[in-house]
């Protein structure tokens, strides 16, 4: 099982999110539930290598 995190908000209607690893690629849908799977299917597209150019948040440690 995998865990990641996620941002959504709504706006009027909509539910709009992104995954927190890969912010610059929002998804929408009509309900929570709907989101989920959207988001589902984003990570795939991004990490199946079709996406060209997949911007990334990762952390840096520092000693």
């Known amino acids: ?3 990641l995190e996620y941002t959504f908000w ?3 209607e909509f539910f709009i999110g ?3 690893e ?3 690629y929002e998804t929408q849908a009509y309900s929570k539930e ?3 799977e959207n988001l589902k ?3 795939v597209d991004l990490e199946s290598g079709n996406v060209p ?4 948040v990762e952390e840096l440690v520092l000693a």
């Open 34 to 36: 709907e989101l989920l």
């Open 10 to 12: 709504q706006d009027g």
């Open 41 to 43: 299917d984003l990570l």
């Open 18 to 20: 992104h995954l927190n």
């Open 53 to 56: 150019f997949v911007r990334r």
């Open 1 to 3: 099982m995998r865990t």
């Open 22 to 24: 890969y912010p610059d």
